[in-house]
């Protein structure tokens, strides 16, 4: 059974950092991961991808700020996020796919984690 389970994020100030990570179990194969977010009243937004062989790629609100990583040997993808603001509140989720899809479309991605709320005081 394919499990995504994420962890981490919380409560930050405006300015700080944080991370979330997302630990995937029972695939055959070796996926590409991708981060989206979800903020109060908005769509579903990409944030960031990355590759079975770690090619990466942001979102526009993510470039400069955010790294995503993974350590195949844990099975984990992680997302660090600094220089937060109160814009990048939301629940955040980590998805996966087989690859050869588009890594910034929802669409893309058969696996999603539970979900996991960051958010941002100003």
């Known amino acids: 059974q394919v499990q995504l389970v994420q962890s981490g994020g919380g409560l930050v100030p405006v300015g700080g950092s944080l991370g979330v990570s997302c630990v995937a179990s029972?695939?055959?194969?070796?996926?590409?991961f991708g981060w989206f977010r979800q903020a109060p009243g908005k769509e579903r937004e990409f944030v960031a991808a990355?590759?079975?062989?770690?090619?990466?790629w942001y979102g526009d609100p993510a470039k400069g700020r955010f790294t995503i990583a993974r350590d195949n040997a844990k099975n984990t993808v992680y997302l660090h996020m600094n220089r937060l603001n109160p814009e990048d509140t939301g629940v955040y989720y980590c998805?996966?796919?087989?690859?050869?899809?588009?890594?910034?479309?929802?669409?893309?991605?058969?696996?999603w984690g539970q979900g996991t709320q960051v958010t941002v005081s100003s």
């Open positions: 990355i590759t079975s062989s770690d090619g990466t």
């Open positions: 029972g695939f055959t194969f070796r996926p590409d």
């Open positions: 998805a996966a796919q087989r690859g050869g899809s588009s890594l910034t479309s929802i669409g893309s991605y058969d696996y």
